[in-house]
């Protein structure tokens, strides 16, 4: 798994949304342990700190959960996955037509649009 | 009890303040930038803390104690200008720390060595300028120490030489240690940092974790501190 920040915004924030996505793409798969803070801090070059802040908020999700002594494990519950799925769908999904807009193409232009792109 | 404590630091020299009222605590486990341009005081706190100087009033305190050598023995400085003489072999100064510290651990310093495929019989004086700041990274990074404070260590060195050395300190600070690293090369750093302490003119002028710092002004700490401090 390959990380990449900006400097803008808390890097917190983009490692679970970067860690997120690993576990939607089953980078992480279902049910798989996960690497220790310090491993996934190193591969991300982030402070441990920083990692373990972010695990905190994926586990806050229920995306991860930890086993006592064994470490921390991806959710084995597919239904959360698919919704955290479909919320991030529906968030990409916004920002497409509203940039579409943008360049003068309503919601059905842009449905129609994507339509005659797929047949091509 | 905090790992370092900077109570009502002042410092003059000549009847010149050049440090005001600084107020710093440290916990275990945290890095944290000491970010000022130059000249505004980043190396005297150093220096306050590594007991080469004295405050003029206030206190630095250590595990709860004044600098002593007691302290030295748990605190790794990278200072900003090196005291090894460069007509040393890498060899030679991994002995000479060996040495000098009993927290030296000469089979880590080889393996960080390893890594950088360096001729251990080379002297100093024949590597550039970043091949000797990783080697003084080295024996700093390879003493198992408490604090580990690094004054300016990026200062001229290429990308990949900044990259080795922000590997160097992430890998090799345990959970127990904090570090703290002084700089005005903030945008090359600001990723690992935890928490930020800007000075300016001997005076703090912002303290906070990095990622509070970024969500309240939402830009990167380099920006808020170009902000700041425009020439």
Known sequence: MKFDFDNERPIYIQLVEQLRIGILTSTFSIGDKIPSVRDLAMLAKVNPNTMQKALAELEEEKLIYTERTNGKFVTKDVKLINKIRDNLAKEKAKEFFSSMKKIGMDENETIDYLQDLIKK | ?231
């Open chain 2, 1 to 231: 009890m905090e790992l370092l404590e900077c109570i009502h630091l002042s410092k003059e020299f000549d009847n010149k303040k050049v440090l005001k009222d600084i107020n710093i605590k440290i916990p275990r486990g945290k890095i944290v930038g000491l970010l000022g341009k130059n000249g505004m005081g980043k190396t005297t706190i150093i220096k306050l803390i590594n007991d080469l100087l004295t405050p003029t009033s206030g206190e630095v305190l250590i595990n709860g104690k004044r600098p002593s050598v007691e302290s030295k023995k748990i605190i790794s400085y990278l200072p900003e200008r090196t005291y090894l003489d460069k007509g040393m072999t890498v060899k030679e100064t991994f002995k000479f720390f060996e040495e000098f510290y009993d927290n030296f651990d000469s089979k880590k310093a080889y393996e960080l060595l390893k890594k950088l495929d360096l001729d251990k019989d080379m002297k100093l004086t024949k590597m550039s300028k970043g091949m000797q700041e990783k080697v003084q990274l080295i024996l700093v990074m390879s003493r198992k120490a408490d604090l580990y404070i690094l004054d300016e260590p990026l200062g001229g060195v290429d990308p990949a030489t900044r990259d080795y050395i922000l590997d160097t300190i992430l890998s090799n600070f345990n959970e127990g240690a904090s570090v703290i690293i002084s700089t005005h090369l903030i945008a090359d750093i600001e990723r690992i940092l935890d928490e930020v302490i800007f000075i300016d003119k001997g005076k703090i002028v912002l303290t906070g974790s990095a990622d509070d710092v970024r969500k309240r002004e939402k830009t990167s700490i380099d920006e808020v501190f170009r902000r700041m401090f425009k020439c």
